[in-house]
């Protein structure tokens, strides 16, 4: 047996790591992809408004807290249902207004002393117009003091002609694109950005402060509003968008067999920016909001690559989150809310997310779609300072842009804008928003667009120049947009999906392939061992030191058995020593539901975390094989699905020499996340031809366990899939679909989603009851060689010309006819079990059948209720591809993946062996 070795690696700190965001728990050294943000803020005394005079600071702090409720100019809709509050005047708070006051180090006025008067006039200007803060809540006193004294010198600050300029020409390029689509493409749902036109101008911003803020690289979320306008700034070409528009396909045509392509509002792009910033704008569904924690999840991984955020210190730059929301979306998707409360969990943590809201205070045709005063006191839940601003202040609006930078790099927490705008028109183009609401759009129509608001006052500010360079830019934009018009048709797409990490991939082949996934035993015996060590200094529990123990031995003694949890250490520590890295997600998901992974040690003493698999060499070894060993990272996540899963579809997308695990903490509970599978999962690689291979692990079995927790719904994924009835399937199936029996046929579909040279999402219908099965073991022999994946595994136990009937099963059932069978002695049955069940394996089906051709009788049995399960996908499957016609034996069908009653339970059971074996 190999010698275990017992590692302590040394201690490490770190100055200002932000209170709160972390834990002993998750910040042990030990624990990869949590490492402790800190503070970026320079060494200083901390300006405090206790050295004020009381009803001074008492004012101030009014201000701060309530300035917001007196700013009626941010809104350029007026709500008369919300009542003002109660002014704040000197006299209720007894400031005189001709005393002198020492405001240094209170206010970011740029002066020493002020009248108590001209402290109210800076106040109000400050805290009350169309440019205003939230922050009151925030807990830590350095941190609000310090967003307010930068809000403070923000306003007070004032931009260069040129910056000023800048900001027109965005804004007539907005609205030039606009008009110029709205007149070649009339009938086109385009969701313009014309009412909220300073988005852009927010964007532009942002952008142009990432380089000195070290953000190499931003991945953007927006919904369809404004959405091709933000396309159009980051340079998509405007020859596709208008292709898009005529009805062309915007991928090549060789692969429109393979690709559907999707609707104009949801296009997507890759950019590097002359700065050497590069922008992610991920393609969305239709379902609102629901891109959100795939943006973050991108970001998450492409942290882990920069080495940046909780992954280190970033010297290469570090990776950030804006996303772009629409307000009715904001407040009513619960994803919205999910996804805020994972924001500063460990292994989730992006280090702050960047969140503008185009504040149309129009939800489709609902106004106030929501209990709140604002659309943004959701972000309230963790804190989040909120900026409101007018859509007719750009200005603000730019400067709120590089807050926003400053403050997220500084304290690597979330900060949100809220845009109060207007809707030009209806939800789209094509739609009359005055028979819903007459009052508002009587506003809107009568109003002077924002372009033409801001080169007015520019105007009025001896600024012409300024204006007409804009002009003369927004012309040329206007001439290059006409231009690609002309050439549209002759445009060719490209396949830009398979670059950087991703160059050497590709589309699936149209044929079935076979990847041989084994191990050598050498390699399998030494990351087994690696599995269990762990140093002195961790205080282990008792029973999960017999549980380790026992994993060695099995692997050191020849044919003894080989369990689950075992099978994936194997597989998961064979990927990290050949370079991959490995994600496993969801609840408890270190421990295991079922208390079996246990790839996570708690020491009982102190609760800190060890991760063998995280120290498969020495710290001081400096070899290849170690230097190139992947990480593995263990993220316990919050109790939300669609969130969760989202985020780690969208950090599959990124690398994919990452496997990427999501595992529910019982099968069922993947409908929480229903939109995520539909959306993105199924459909993503078919829409926007961008590849996942995602692994979905959903316990399964009727167990007796009632209605829920039984069951996690094989049937809708199978649905899912484009698996054909009629046609043999290949690689090209949009999503496997995996019922594994054993722990080795386990362990090569996870080294299977690694080795191929294509990515597709694997749903795993994983076990439950045998985790812990003596009989659904396997042994060493069936990870080392050359051995692989088996889509059918035959009954060689059974001699073909002995045997009546074939009975065809998936999964955990085959146990329990197996027990059946050996106990009644039936040799005339054979038990052939169907692993994959997409892409269906017709071809390893018929060479099964091709030896019991004398049979007539086959029977699919399956545990599940007639209308769940594998019945209705296998069933013409087996008629049409096999010329095999089914006979079912199982439960009648359910409006419920199981009963709960135990005697009726019981009862079926009886039913199910009596009726198999009849």
């Known amino acids: 047996m190999l010698m275990l070795r017992r590692l302590l690696p040394g201690p490490r700190s770190g100055r200002g790591a932000v209170p709160w965001l972390s834990c002993a728990y998750h910040t042990h050294p030990g624990v990869y992809g949590n490492h402790p943000l800190e503070t970026n803020l320079p060494p200083a005394d901390s300006p405090s408004l206790h050295t004020a005079p009381p009803e001074l600071q008492l004012l101030i702090e009014k201000y701060r807290t309530y300035g917001h409720l007196l700013s009626s100019s941010v809104n350029t809709l007026p709500d008369e249902s919300i009542p003002p509050p109660r002014s704040l005047d000197l006299s209720r708070y007894h400031v005189e207004p001709e005393s002198e006051y020492e405001v240094a180090r209170l206010l970011a006025a740029g002066q020493t002393s002020m009248t108590g008067e001209k402290i109210a006039d800076f106040l109000n200007r400050t805290y009350c117009s169309d440019c205003t803060l939230e922050a009151s809540y925030v807990e830590d006193e350095i941190e ?242 909120v900026v409101h601003v007018s859509v007719d202040n750009p200005e603000a609006v730019h400067k709120v842009a590089q807050l926003c930078v400053r403050y997220r790099n500084t304290f690597h927490k979330d900060i949100l804008v809220d845009m109060l705008c207007y809707r030009k028109w209806g939800h789209n183009e094509l739609d009359d928003p005055t028979l819903t609401q007459p009052v508002m759009y009587n506003i809107i129509n009568s109003r002077t667009a924002v372009p033409d608001l801001y080169c007015k006052r520019l ?278 679909v995996a019922n594994p029996t054993t722990p080795a046929q386990y362990f090569h579909l996870l080294r299977e989603q690694q080795v191929r040279k294509f990515r597709k999402p694997l749903v795993v219908a994983s076990p439950k009851k045998l985790l812990r099965d003596p009989a659904a073991t396997s042994t060493l022999d069936h990870f080392s060689g050359s051995t692989h994946f088996l889509p059918v595994i035959d009954d060689n136990s059974v001699q073909a010309d002995q045997v009546k009937r074939v009975m065809f099963c998936s999964g955990k059932v085959y146990y329990t006819l197996l027990e059946e069978v050996r106990r009644t002695k039936r040799h005339d049955i054979a038990l052939v079990r169907v692993e994959r069940l997409c892409p269906f394996p017709a071809k390893e089906i018929m060479d099964v059948t091709a030896k019991f051709d004398h049979c007539d009788d086959f029977v699919w049995c399956q545990e599940e209720c007639r209308n769940s399960g594998a019945w209705s996908f296998v069933q013409p499957r087996f008629r049409n591809l096999a010329g095999i016609d089914l006979r079912y034996v199982g439960r009648k069908a359910y409006p419920v993946p199981a009963t709960g009653n135990a005697q009726v339970f019981k009862r079926e059971n009886e039913a199910l062996l009596r009726d198999a074996l009849a």
């Not at 998707?333 to 809201?357: K, L, S, W």
């Not at 060719?492 to 035993?521: C, H, M, Y």
């Not at 762990?534 to 044919?559: I, M, Q, Y």
């Open 144 to 385: 609000r003091d310090w967003i307010f004294r930068e809000f403070e010198e923000m306003r007070e600050s004032e931009l260069s002609g040129s910056t000023k300029g800048e900001i027109a020409q965005v804004l007539m390029e907005c609205e030039t694109f606009d008009k110029f689509v709205s007149a070649k493409f009339p009938t086109v749902k385009r969701y313009s950005g014309e009412g909220a036109e300073s988005m852009l101008v927010f964007t532009h911003a942002l952008l142009a402060a990432c380089p000195d803020n070290n953000l190499s690289n931003i991945v953007f979320g927006i919904a369809h509003r404004g959405r091709l306008n933000l396309l159009s700034q980051l340079g998509y070409p405007a020859a596709l968008m208008f292709r898009k528009m005529a009805g062309l396909f915007e991928f090549p045509e060789r692969v429109a067999g393979e690709i559907c392509g999707d609707v104009l509002s949801h296009l997507f792009t890759t950019t590097d920016l002359p700065s050497g910033t590069r922008v992610t704008l991920l393609p969305n569904p239709s379902h609102l909001e629901a891109i959100n924690g795939a943006c973050l999840g991108k970001v998450r991984s492409q942290q882990s690559m920069l080495q940046s955020g909780c992954y280190g210190v970033g010297r290469k730059g570090d990776a950030a989150c804006v996303l772009i929301h629409g307000d009715g979306a904001f407040s009513g998707q619960g994803v919205v809310a999910e996804c805020f409360n994972m924001a500063y969990t460990p292994h989730f943590n992006v280090g702050g997310t960047i969140h503008f809201v185009t504040n149309n205070q129009l939800g489709y045709t609902m106004q106030k779609g929501r209990s709140s005063r604002y659309v943004s006191d959701m972000a309230k839940i963790i804190n989040c300072p």
């Open 459 to 736: 105007e009025d500010e001896s600024l012409s120049s300024e204006v007409e360079k804009a002009r003369g830019a927004s012309e040329q934009y206007r001439k290059k947009l006409d231009s690609d018009y002309k050439s549209y048709q002759n445009y060719q797409p490209v396949i830009t999906s398979f670059k950087d990490s991703w160059r050497e991939f590709s589309l699936a082949p149209p044929l079935i392939s076979t990847w041989n996934t084994g191990v050598n035993s050498e390699m399998l015996r030494f990351v087994g061992s690696k599995s269990v060590q762990f140093p002195d200094w961790l205080n282990v529990h008792e029973k999960l030191r017999k549980t380790l123990s026992a994993r060695v031995t099995s692997l050191e003694t020849e044919g003894a058995p080989i369990d689950w949890a075992t099978a994936e250490a194997l597989a998961v520590g064979s990927l990290l020593m050949q370079g991959h890295n490995v994600r496993i997600s969801g609840q408890d998901v270190g421990r295991g539901t079922f208390s079996h992974r246990h790839m996570q040690i708690v020491d009982q003493k102190t609760d800190k975390v060890y991760v063998p698999l995280n120290h498969l060499f020495d710290p001081s070894d400096q070899s290849q094989d170690a230097r190139n060993a992947g990480r593995l990272e263990l993220a316990n996540c919050i109790l939300s699905e669609e969130a969760v899963l989202g985020f780690e579809y969208g950090f599959s997308l990124d690398n994919p020499r990452t496997l990427v695990v999501w595992e529910a903490q019982f099968g069922d509970f993947f409908n929480g996340a229903q939109i995520i599978i539909d959306t993105l999962i199924a459909s993503g690689e078919s829409k926007w031809m961008l590849q996942s291979g995602l692994v979905m692990l959903l316990p399964h079995g009727i167990d007796g366990m009632g209605p829920e927790h039984s069951s996690c719904r094989l049937e809708r994924f199978l649905q899912l899939t484009d698996s054909s009835e009629t046609s043999i399937d290949s690689d090209q199936v949009n999503m496997v």
